[in-house]
Nanobody
Framework: QVQLAESGGGSVQAGGSLRLSCAYSGFTYAMNVMAWFRQAPGKEREGVAGIARDGATRYADSVKGRFTISRNNAKNTLYLQMDNLTPEDTAMYYC???????????????????WGQGTQVTVSS
């Protein structure tokens, strides 16, 4: 049974930091690409950061220089380090996994068949 479980969300003041984790299990095949997405109330889900198994990464312009995605393949865990948070980062954050996608599609949600339940991040001003 495929499972992705996010953790690490919470409430923080603007300028603060959070580290999200996503533990995954149950995949028959290696999930070579993984990503973080977010969805704020009344807005569409947007790609935040994606990472391939070889370590290649892609970020949304809005988080470049502030967020860092990483993965520990031995521990089956995906991370998102979020620094210098702003109220605009407030959203539900989801991790997602796929067997493969192109670099240009790393943060396109329709390329990911497996999703976690999400963890809430709230940033106050």
């Amino acid at each position: 049974q495929v499972q992705l479980a996010e953790s690490g969300g919470g409430s923080v003041q603007a300028g603060g930091s959070l580290r999200l984790s996503c533990a995954y299990s149950g995949f028959t095949y290696a999930m070579n690409v993984m990503a973080w997405f977010r969805q704020a109330p009344g807005k569409e889900r947007e790609g935040v950061a994606g990472i391939a198994r070889d370590g290649a990464t892609r970020y949304a312009d809005s988080v470049k220089g502030r967020f860092t995605i990483s993965r520990n393949n031995a521990k089956n865990t995906l991370y998102l380090q979020m620094d210098n948070l702003t109220p605009e980062d407030t959203a539900m954050y989801y991790c997602a996994a796929a067997q493969w996608t192109t670099y240009s599609d790393l943060i396109r949600s329709n390329k990911y068949p497996f999703w976690g339940q999400g963890t809430q991040v709230t940033v106050s001003s």
